[in-house]
């Protein structure tokens, strides 16, 4: 949108526009501006090792110009939906299942790549699976070291300053352009008090902050396992749950998806189990 400076109507007998409008177009260039800024923070990311085909196809992760088709199709048509119920807007999504072995793992991991198709997205997966995290070892992050995460910034938050280590410190490239991954850090068994910690919504509320088309995608464990997703869901702006096709009772999936209630719940993944 044109920026220039309007010239008053002394200066050139025209009506000058009502503050209104005025103030509406300068709230569109700054976003517009803003967006941008974005765009080319987003341009400079860089990989350091980019995943070959080989091992996105052996960690089931979409990328561009995979020969099945219909599931790459289907992801962005994931993609699309989510997008219409946020009205274009960035969201943190939560993902997750009724019991366990329900795919919600690969679901968050996938949809977060479908969002990274498009150029001018990044996405961010969230292992919020305390008790049994997969999402490094789905990205092939970190090896055998033991990586620094969640846990340690919901421990330790006010070591994060600029003098220290920061959220940064907890944010890993995965080899996938414009996906990133924080991982869990330190395994803990009481994982309802982190999930419920105000550290948590500070995290939650600081990375989607940065960057206006940064889409999260929370990775938690299913209903079955631990209330955590139920806390979780308070955080976060939307909630995918998935089911396993013939796993999981139809009145089963009528009371997880009441508890989540239609405020939050935007839809349902089945799927054929644990991929």
């Known amino acids: 949108m044109d920026s220039k400076t309007e010239n008053t109507e002394a200066e050139n007998g025209e009506m000058q526009k009502p503050a209104a409008e005025t103030g509406l177009m300068h709230g569109r260039s700054a976003n517009l501006e803003k967006r941008l800024m974005s765009a080319r923070q987003i341009a400079m ?48 999504a939560l993902i997750t299942s009724v019991a366990p072995g329900s795919g919600a793992s690969f679901n968050a991991t996938n949809l977060a790549a479908a969002f990274a198709l498009d150029d001018t997205k990044t996405a961010l997966v969230v292992d919020c699976n305390l008790r049994n995290p997969v999402q490094h070892k789905r990205f092939g992050v970190g090896g055998n070291r033991e990586l620094i995460g969640l846990t340690d910034y919901i421990e330790n938050p006010e070591s994060m300053d600029p003098e220290g280590w920061s959220v940064d410190d907890i944010i890993y490239p995965t080899g996938i352009k414009r996906v990133s991954l924080v991982p869990v850090g330190k395994r803990r068994e009481a994982s309802l008090e982190y999930v419920s910690s105000a550290h948590m919504e500070a995290f939650f509320t600081e990375v989607r902050g940065r960057y206006p088309d940064r889409f999260i995608f929370v990775d938690a464990p299913s209903l079955s396992e631990s209330p955590d997703a139920l806390v979780l869901a308070d955080l976060v702006d939307m909630v995918v749950l998935c089911v396993a096709h013939g796993k999981s009772m139809r009145s089963e999936i009528a009371q997880v998806a009441a508890e989540f209630g239609n405020d939050k719940l935007v839809g349902v993944i089945f799927t054929e189990g644990n991929p």
């Open 45 to 92: 990311m860089k990989e350091p090792l980019p995943q070959s085909v080989g091992q996105l196809k052996a960690r089931k992760i979409i990328y561009p110009g995979m020969k099945d088709r219909a599931v790459l199709d289907t992801f962005r048509r994931l993609r699309t939906k989510l997008l219409q119920i946020s009205n274009g807007d960035n969201f943190i």
